[in-house]
C-alpha cells in the first residue's frame, strides 16, 4: 500500500532585533512574521510571559488553533459521510502548558468545547458520538503528544445561539 506524503512549507523571519541582537534575553524583542507561499502573513511573537506581544499570535496559540480546526474539518467531513447536517459550529478550545524549573516546557491537555447546531436536533446523539471519531482521524490530535479531549456544549448552553 503506497502512503501519501503530504508536504507543507512555511517561513519565519524573526524581526525583533532591536539593535543590540541578542546581547541579553531582554535586550531582543520576540516579534516574527510567519508566510507562505500565496498566504498573508501572520504576525508572530512568543506568549507575554516570556517577553512577547500581546496583538501577535504566539506559539501555543496557533498549536491550539490548529488543533481546533482539525478537529472541526474532521468533524465535518465525517458528519456529512454519516447524513448528519450540521449548520453552525465553533469551538472555544483550552490548552494547559507546564513550564519546568529547568525553562522547558510542554502542553500536557488541550480541551475543545464545540457547540454544534443541527438542521435535525434529533440527530444530537449521533451527532456527538462523531466527537470521537473526528479525534481519531485528525492529523494534528494523532500528531501530539499529550491528550486532546472533545467536550461538546449544546447549543444555547453557553449564553449564545448556534
Request: glycine letters at 10%.
Amino acid at each position: 500500500m503506497k502512503l501519501d506524503l503530504h508536504r507543507y512549507d512555511v517561513a519565519i523571519r524573526w524581526t525583533g532585533n532591536r539593535g543590540a541582537g541578542t546581547a541579553d534575553s531582554r535586550a531582543y524583542g520576540r516579534d516574527h512574521v510567519v508566510s507562505a507561499t500565496g498566504l498573508p502573513d501572520l504576525p508572530g511573537t512568543a506568549d507575554p510571559t516570556f517577553h512577547g506581544a500581546p496583538d501577535r499570535w504566539n506559539p501555543e496559540q496557533l498549536l491550539l488553533a490548529a488543533l481546533s480546526q482539525c478537529h472541526m474539518l474532521s468533524y465535518l467531513y465525517l458528519a456529512a459521510r454519516a447524513g448528519i447536517v450540521v449548520t453552525g459550529y465553533r469551538d472555544a478550545a483550552v490548552g494547559s502548558l507546564r513550564v519546568n524549573r529547568d525553562g522547558s516546557g510542554e502542553f500536557v491537555e488541550a480541551v475543545m468545547h464545540p457547540v454544534v447546531t443541527l438542521a435535525d436536533e434529533a440527530r444530537r446523539a449521533a451527532a456527538d458520538a462523531l466527537h470521537e471519531d473526528a479525534h481519531r482521524v485528525c492529523f494534528i490530535a494523532r500528531s501530539v503528544n499529550f491528550p486532546v479531549r472533545a467536550e461538546p456544549v449544546a447549543p444555547g448552553a453557553d449564553g449564545e445561539d448556534g
